[in-house]
């Protein structure tokens, strides 16, 4: 079945500096969900990506749809505190977007 | 738009017993939701997909059994697990869809089994 990775899976930052993640697939994607999971939270969708080549902003928040569909990023400018938690990309399973599989996470620490 | 609001958001059982884990949209109706389960610091795992007036679709190894969802109303799905254990104490997370690729979470329950 489809497959995701994501890298880094962890990473400790100062506040202020940016961010880099990405997610690769073994498959090709038609669309790229970010999620953002607070601890003891469900995820909270925050960039949605429908083509290859999309670049889309939320805030500080910045994504792109890799051109060859198989990957993703996600790029955070000037962190601050709640940006913690874990950010998981998501695409769909199958070609009528019933559900998604989730990548493993990537779980951002911000320190002061 | 488009909220999720699941109930309880944290929950201790004994052994044995059953608990009730609901999950309404309250703005939109959803003709699909979906119930997922989450162990410490891993990924959202698929557990089944409830479709409102029909037998849910379970994931390969979740026991039907075990985890009975109903999906009466376009506004809310549940998920009872069933003679709880131990193992199944873990993080469950419901979500709806809504629009195309519109998909929206519930903020979780956490099953404790003692």
């Known amino acids: 079945g489809q497959q995701l990775n994501q890298s880094p899976q962890s990473m400790f930052i100062q506040e202020g500096e940016d961010v880099s993640m990405n997610c690769t697939s073994s498959?090709?994607?038609?669309?790229w969900l970010w999620y953002k999971q607070d601890p003891g939270e469900g995820p909270v969708l925050l960039i949605a990506?429908?083509?290859?080549?999309e670049l889309t902003s939320n805030g500080r928040l910045t994504a792109q749809f890799g051109i060859t569909r198989k990957d993703s990023f996600l790029n955070i400018s000037a962190s601050i505190p709640s940006d913690v938690g874990i950010y998981f990309c998501?695409?769909?399973?199958?070609?009528?977007?019933?559900?998604?599989?989730f990548g493993p996470g990537t779980r951002l620490s911000v320190l002061p | 738009g488009a909220v999720v609001s699941q109930h309880p958001s944290r929950v201790i059982c004994k052994s044995g017993t059953s608990v009730k884990i609901e999950c309404r949209s309250l703005?939109?109706?959803?003709?699909?939701m979906f119930w997922y389960r989450q162990f410490p610091k891993k990924s959202l795992m698929l557990m089944a997909t409830?479709?409102?007036?029909?037998?849910?679709?379970?994931e390969q190894g979740v026991e039907k059994d075990k985890f009975l969802i109903n999906h009466a109303s376009l506004t809310l799905s549940t998920l009872t697990v069933t003679s709880a254990h131990p193992e199944d104490s873990s993080f469950y997370i419901c979500?709806?869809?809504?629009?195309?690729?519109?998909?929206?979470f519930g903020s979780g329950t956490r099953l404790t089994v003692v």
């Open positions: 979500s709806a869809r809504w629009g195309r690729y519109g998909y929206t």
């Open positions: 498959s090709i994607f038609n669309t």
């Open positions: 990506l429908y083509k290859a080549g």
């Open positions: 998501a695409g769909p399973r199958d070609n009528y977007g019933q559900n998604f599989v």
């Open positions: 703005d939109f109706q959803a003709t699909t």
């Open positions: 409830s479709n409102e007036g029909s037998k849910a679709t379970y």
